[in-house]
């Protein structure tokens, strides 16, 4: 076995760098020229319409896709070469996964010792709140309990990068309460989550900044504040003038508008639903 340390994995607030990525499955091009810059300490929330390329963009991060173009560096090094010292700092859980026919306590045996800082309290702390029994065989939980098994694994694991896919997909509504209070419990200024997902509601006040996918680059990478610090939603009764507003939504009760913010403007923040369907209808800068 390959002995490895943490510290062969560069510490710097850069976490992630892609540049110029050109990425296609057969003649079909997903991604052209996609830059993204992800930072040290943040639980990034990653967005994009169906097929926009979010689980190809994780799995290129975490060395599963090789782009045909551009570079890509993960915690100071290149993942294509998968090389253990980087691997044992990244968690990748993917939003369908085969489970082995054996228990969970057997299954924490034989994959831990693949995380150097694995904390087995944490572990069992984790599966205790989220209420999942080891000793049932995995192949018999439902979706939901083996979500919850794989989770608690990944925050136990205590890599410098965690990415998420869909985590949330098979949760009730009590699971997703306590899976945001034990994300948020885990994070440390020395890890970066990154977590795509379709469900935003239930990842609200959770992730920060948001990372958007669009038609084959990342059209938006900042802090939610930034949108809402220039910008504020006012919910009006009189049609608005859809030639001059900047963005307009239809609600209950009337029209939902988007106008810049000044000293004496009163409304609302933007929600993730709402910044998300602004930036995709004005485009890349739009909102800046």
């Not at 290129?60 to 010292?85: A, C, K, W």
């Not at 369908?96 to 694995?118: I, N, Q, V």
């Not at 948001?210 to 949108?227: K, P, R, T």
Request: contains cysteine; glycine residues 6%; hydrophobic residues 40%.
């Amino acid at each position: 076995m390959i002995q490895t340390t943490h510290a062969e994995i560069e510490v710097s607030d850069t976490v992630v760098r892609m540049q110029d990525i050109g990425f296609s499955y057969g003649s079909k091009a997903l991604f052209s020229h996609l830059d993204l810059e992800i930072q040290r300490g943040n639980i990034y929330g990653l967005l994009g319409k169906n097929g926009a390329g979010k689980t190809t963009l994780l799995k290129i991060l975490s060395g599963q896709l090789f782009p045909q173009e551009g570079s890509t560096t993960v915690l100071g090094d290149n993942p294509t070469r998968r090389r253990p010292s980087l691997l044992q700092e990244i968690f990748y859980l993917p939003e369908e996964f085969p489970l082995p026919k054996m228990k969970a306590s057997e299954y924490l045996k034989m994959r831990s010792p693949f995380y150097p800082r694995f904390d087995h309290t944490q572990f069992a702390a984790f599966c205790k709140d989220f209420d999942v029994d080891l000793n049932q065989r995995l192949d018999q939980m439902s979706l939901g309990q083996k979500k919850k098994v794989l989770l608690s694994f990944g925050l136990a694991s205590n890599t410098a990068l965690l990415i998420l896919d869909e985590p949330t997909n098979g949760l009730d509504i009590p699971s997703k309460r306590q899976f945001r209070q034990t994300v948020a419990s885990a994070m440390t200024e020395n890890r970066t989550f990154i977590i795509s997902t379709h469900q935003v509601r239930d990842m609200e006040n959770l992730i920060d900044p948001i990372i958007i996918l669009h038609d084959g680059s990342v059209i938006f990478n900042d802090a939610v504040a930034s949108v809402s610090d220039k910008y504020v939603l006012n919910l009006t009764t009189k049609e608005p003038d859809m030639a001059t507003a900047m963005y307009v939504e239809k609600v209950l009760g009337g029209w939902m508008v988007l106008s810049e913010r000044s000293e004496e403007s009163e409304g609302q923040p933007l929600d993730l639903e709402t910044l998300f369907n602004v930036v995709i209808e004005k485009g890349k800068g739009g909102v800046r």
